[in-house]
């Protein structure tokens, strides 16, 4: 009998985690669905995953981003493969909320929607930080302590300064390169060993979401829900797939085939950081992209890569400011765009960071941040399928970057993949 691939077991949990869950929600505030089915079995099966996959997370990205920057060769690659990486990430973003932002329009998700919904809805907004003291946020007073606490920008510059060494000291540091490679398959290892439970881990966080939230909390803001939806779907068929075939002819079927297990992944836990070790699985075993390209721009993609989360502030705007009748024009439109667009280099690491970057975004414009609270009912359904679009972000991000550096495995280069070597 032919074994059954990871793939489709983590397809198989993520389904039957969403319908156990819708069919136990009537039945949640029965003790023992209460209790037991929701707070201790589908509690233990998704955190225990979340825990162990966010356990690698920290030494992944540290032991694959000094191992890709030192396999660069010389600065001037790394500099040439990293201005291309974060050039993308930009553009991708200022389009992704420029889609949303024009099918909010067209869809009008704010229109006959009812004030008397806005009684009670408070939402405080963070103070938001300076620019200059996010980009000063990114140097790391102690690297022991960002590696300790996460923080994931501190990381990403330590590593790429210790790979840059590395590659400056040349033979010197050939003995400690194979240190860090070894430490680097050994994460990878680990990484495999925890995917043999991601099924039942992935079974666990769906069906704790929909028995908990089901869907009575979409029903007020439906249009709004499904705006949002059509939007990341159009970003990903239109702007992703479209750099993909026009730069390295992939078939698009092909690419979401092989993404299925990190699109899972990423759609259970709404963690671009927890899908990071998938990610990277199947860009490289799937694709042939080599590891000195995906462990330079997949981290910085977890960081800096936030289409998803542009296109729910796009999409949000739009509709508060019809809520509250406010007409925006053309220049709040492109003050919207680029608000969101920069935020999104510094503000990745900060817990709830689309709430955050959407208050920054209705504050640049004159809207009530009040307003945000309308749509925290229905933001965590909408984060698991915001974090799968950023996941396909960056890996089409990386096979294009593979594709202009010659940085596809030759034994592993997919067929769907045509590399240009003009």
Avoid: W
Wanted: charged share 15%.
């Amino acid at each position: 009998m032919k074994k059954m691939k990871l793939t489709t077991k983590i397809f198989i949990g993520l389904i039957l985690g969403a319908i156990v869950g819708a069919v136990l929600y009537p039945m949640r505030d029965v003790a023992f669905v209460d209790k037991f089915v929701i707070g201790f079995v589908f509690e233990l099966l998704g955190t225990a995953f979340m825990r162990s996959i966010r356990m690698m997370v920290v030494p992944l990205v540290f032991f694959s981003l000094t191992l890709g920057a030192s396999s660069a060769g010389d600065i001037k690659k790394l500099g040439r493969i990293g201005s291309k990486t974060l050039f993308f990430y930009l553009v991708t973003t200022a389009l992704a909320i420029s889609i949303a932002i024009g099918l909010a329009n067209i869809i009008n998700p704010g229109k006959g929607f009812s004030m008397e919904m806005m009684e009670g809805i408070t939402y405080s907004a963070k103070e938001s930080i300076p620019f200059v003291q996010v980009l000063l946020n990114m140097i790391p007073t102690n690297p022991v302590s960002a590696l300790a606490n996460g923080n994931m920008l501190q990381i990403i510059v330590f590593a790429i300064l210790c790979g840059s060494a590395m590659t400056l000291m040349g033979d010197k540091a050939s003995k400690l390169k194979d240190v860090v490679s070894q430490a680097n398959d050994m994460v990878l290892k680990v990484v495999e060993m925890i995917m043999h439970i991601a099924p039942f881990g992935v079974f666990g966080l769906i069906g704790k979401t929909f028995a908990t939230l089901g869907y009575d909390a979409i029903k007020p803001l439906l249009v709004y829900f499904v705006t949002v939806l059509l939007a990341l779907v159009l970003h990903a068929l239109i702007t992703y797939q479209g750099f993909l075939v026009l730069f390295t002819k992939m078939n698009p079927i092909n690419f979401f085939k092989k993404m299925v297990p990190a699109l899972s992944v990423a759609f259970s836990t709404s963690s671009s950081a927890a899908t990071l070790p998938v990610t990277m699985e199947c860009v490289e075993e799937g694709f042939g992209v080599k590891n000195e390209i995906s462990s330079f721009t997949l981290p910085l993609g977890v960081t800096i890569n936030m289409d998803g989360t542009a296109i729910m502030q796009g999409v949000a705007t739009v509709f508060i400011a019809q809520i509250y009748g406010v007409q925006l024009g053309i220049t709040e439109y492109l003050m919207v765009i680029v608000t969101a667009t920069v935020a999104s280099i510094g503000t990745a690491g900060v817990p709830g960071v689309g709430l955050i970057m959407l208050s920054m975004v209705l504050t640049q414009v004159g809207l009530p941040v009040e307003g945000i609270g309308l749509i925290m009912g229905v933001d965590r359904l909408l984060d698991m399928s915001r974090t799968a679009i950023n996941i396909c972000g960056d890996a089409a991000c990386t096979l294009i970057v593979a594709n202009s550096e010659d940085g596809f495995e030759t034994s592993k280069e997919p067929a769907s993949v045509k590399v240009n070597k003009a």
